[in-house]
């Protein structure tokens, strides 16, 4: 017996800069899980996946990553899609926050 398909935004990472960004439903890609287009049919999914893998020089490793409906639009359903929504993890310290870099 197949699993009931769970709706989904597409997610991937601006080539340029890195940034985790959500393709939107009038295909703009927005750095706001919030603008994110919810998609609740798994052909139409696809489709959009195939569209966000399509543009290889816009953005890097688009997949599916389950959602729910929010009070302000889409919400991240799992830790690792919560916690992508914050930013980078990455900050300064040890030799990186010395000027210098010594």
């Known amino acids: 017996m197949s ?3 769970t709706a ?3 997610t991937a990472n601006a080539l340029l800069e890195g940034d985790v960004v959500y393709l939107t439903e009038d295909d703009r890609w927005s750095r706001d899980h919030g603008e ?3 998609i609740e049919d798994e052909a139409h999914a696809d489709l959009r ?4 893998q399509r543009q290889p020089g816009v953005v890097v490793g688009a997949y599916l990553a389950e959602a729910r409906r ?3 639009g889409p919400e991240p359903v799992h830790f690792r899609e919560a916690f992508r929504t914050r930013g980078p993890s ?3 310290h040890g030799k990186q926050e010395r000027p210098d870099g010594a």
């Open 90 to 92: 990455n900050y300064p």
């Open 49 to 52: 996946l195939l569209h966000a």
């Open 8 to 10: 989904k935004v597409v």
């Open 70 to 72: 929010g009070a302000d």
């Open 36 to 38: 994110a287009e919810l």
């Open 3 to 5: 699993r009931q398909f």
